[in-house]
């Protein structure tokens, strides 16, 4: 697979990428799928990351223009932990219903 077009000479974008703050945006991306990948491993779940390139004019020269690139990571969150309690009339929780009576198990019981 060319890495140029021939025809037109259009620079790879990575070589493009590169040309931003030394190389900056490169480290960041690189840096936020490792964290991105490992964060799905770890929970089973989705996330994404996303490459923003803006291009605009360069004020004063035609012939300009501002690239800025902005990377951002969604990592996938925990699922919540979660529990079913009952609730008396005052508003405590419980494991047990307030409103039934236990049964004597233990050792003493046969």
Same mark, same amino acid.
């Given at each position: 697979?060319?890495?140029?077009?021939?025809?037109?000479?259009?620079? %790879?974008?990575? @070589?493009?990428?590169?040309?931003?703050?030394?190389?900056?945006?490169?480290?960041?991306?690189?840096?936020?799928?490792?964290?991105?990948?490992?964060?799905?491993?770890?929970?089973?779940? @989705?996330?994404?990351?996303?490459?923003?390139?803006?291009?605009?004019?360069? @004020?004063?020269?035609?012939?300009?223009?501002?690239?800025?690139?902005?990377?951002?990571? @969604?990592? %996938?969150?925990?699922?919540?932990?979660?529990?079913?309690?009952?609730?008396?009339?005052?508003?405590?929780?419980?494991?047990?219903? %307030?409103?039934?009576?236990?049964? %004597?198990?233990?050792?003493?019981?046969?």
């Amino acid at each position: 697979m060319a890495r140029t077009d021939t025809t037109t000479g259009e620079r %790879p974008f990575v @070589k493009a990428l590169a040309g931003i703050n030394r190389g900056a945006v490169l480290d960041e991306a690189s840096l936020g799928l490792a964290a991105l990948t490992t964060a799905v491993a770890a929970t089973g779940r @989705k996330g994404t990351l996303t490459l923003k390139v803006t291009v605009s004019p360069f @004020k004063g020269n035609g012939a300009m223009v501002t690239v800025d690139a902005d990377v951002e990571v @969604k990592e %996938p969150k925990q699922q919540a932990h979660g529990g079913v309690f009952f609730t008396d009339e005052n508003g405590n929780l419980s494991r047990n219903d %307030p409103h039934q009576g236990t049964l %004597p198990l233990g050792d003493d019981a046969e």
